[in-house]
């Protein structure tokens, strides 16, 4: 299992974060696990109003990332998932999102979580998904991860006393 080795986040009043989730809509029954996993995830948290928006598929997420960043979200998430074909396509999607995705982060200041999967089979995917019987919920994690940053980030913004 790919999750192996992570670690347990545990995030305390984080309640009054704004926080944006941007799901893809390719690959209906894993993304539908990816976003029900992310919202479960925000309301254990206490941060019952995110922002959902869904954007055609994987590529469309840096683009959609930024935009939300410079307006006000103290953490983004991105959910997507490409499954890999005969061509190099994958490949190129996979890189240009990833790297997108960390450049937001990066030249932003606000968390991106990724939960994008890329993998080789549908299988993969599903069992990554969240799902009943899937072995990883890749969209819980991705907003446990996002938020957790952001907290972090706070508490070195936040004037010691």
């Known amino acids: 299992?790919?999750?192996?080795?992570?670690?347990?986040?545990?995030?305390?009043?984080c309640q009054d974060l704004r926080v944006a989730v941007i799901a893809a809509q390719w690959h209906e029954k894993v993304m539908d696990?990816?976003?029900?996993?992310?919202?479960?995830?925000?309301?254990?948290l206490?941060?019952?109003?995110?922002?959902?928006?869904?954007?055609?598929?994987?590529?469309e997420l840096p683009v959609v990332a930024k935009v939300l960043a410079g307006r006000g979200y103290d953490a983004?998430?991105?959910?997507?998932?490409?499954?890999r074909g005969g061509t190099p396509h994958f490949d190129y999607v996979c890189q240009g999102v990833t790297q997108?995705?960390?450049?937001?982060?990066?030249?932003?200041?606000?968390?991106v979580g990724f939960g994008v999967l890329?993998?080789?089979?549908?299988?993969?995917?599903?069992?990554?998904?969240?799902?009943?019987?899937s072995a990883e919920d890749k969209g819980h994690e991705a907003v446990?991860?996002?938020v957790s940053t952001a907290m972090t980030l706070r508490s070195v913004s936040e004037p010691w006393h």
């Open 100 to 111: 997108g995705l960390a450049r937001v982060s990066a030249d932003t200041g606000v968390p």
């Open 1 to 13: 299992m790919s999750g192996k080795g992570a670690p347990e986040l545990s995030v305390k009043n």
């Open 76 to 83: 983004i998430v991105a959910l997507g998932v490409v499954i």
């Open 144 to 146: 446990t991860a996002a």
């Open 118 to 133: 890329t993998c080789d089979t549908e299988e993969q995917a599903l069992d990554r998904a969240g799902l009943e019987g």
């Open 33 to 44: 696990g990816l976003v029900d996993g992310s919202l479960r995830a925000l309301h254990e």
């Open 46 to 59: 206490g941060i019952d109003e995110p922002t959902l928006l869904r954007v055609p598929g994987s590529w």
